[in-house]
């Protein structure tokens, strides 16, 4: 599975972002899904993941009741929105996705495989 992430960028604070990535090569809805974010001199964090169906989620505590974690299976696609956004959540975010049978969410970088290339955002004050 190669993973594609995109739609990061600069706004201020209390605004929206939606992050997206595609992913190809394999049939996507066989895979859990997560995105991670990695701030500058801090470790990389898990924010959100998903089951394969998306019927199951997970938010770090941070983010709940702001970012919602989605997934297109049709278009091979999961998505997470951001809305009232603060300067905290300025990272690099990382997709991730891995083969499931169990339909279980995953919190632990180590139990991904596939990873997308990071797409920045910065919430300025």
């Known amino acids: 599975?190669?993973?594609?992430?995109s739609g990061g960028g600069l706004?201020?604070?209390?605004?929206?972002?939606?992050?997206?990535?595609v992913a190809s090569g394999r049939i996507f809805s066989s895979y859990a899904?997560?995105?991670?974010?990695?701030?500058p001199g801090k470790e990389r964090e898990l924010v959100s993941a998903s089951n394969w169906s998306g019927a199951l989620?997970?938010?770090t505590n941070s983010v709940k009741g702001r970012f919602?974690?989605?997934r297109d299976n049709a278009k091979n696609t999961m998505y997470l929105q951001m809305n009232s956004l603060k300067p905290e959540d300025t990272a690099v975010y990382f997709c991730a996705?891995?083969?499931?049978?169990?339909?279980?969410?995953y919190t632990t970088?180590?139990?991904y495989n596939y990873w997308g290339q990071g797409t920045q955002v910065t919430v300025s004050s």
């Open 1 to 5: 599975v190669q993973l594609q992430a």
């Open 11 to 21: 706004v201020q604070a209390g605004n929206s972002l939606r992050l997206s990535c």
């Open 33 to 39: 899904v997560g995105w991670f974010r990695q701030a």
């Open 57 to 59: 989620t997970y938010y």
């Open 68 to 70: 919602t974690i989605s």
């Open 97 to 105: 996705a891995r083969r499931s049978s169990d339909g279980g969410v």
């Open 109 to 111: 970088q180590n139990a």
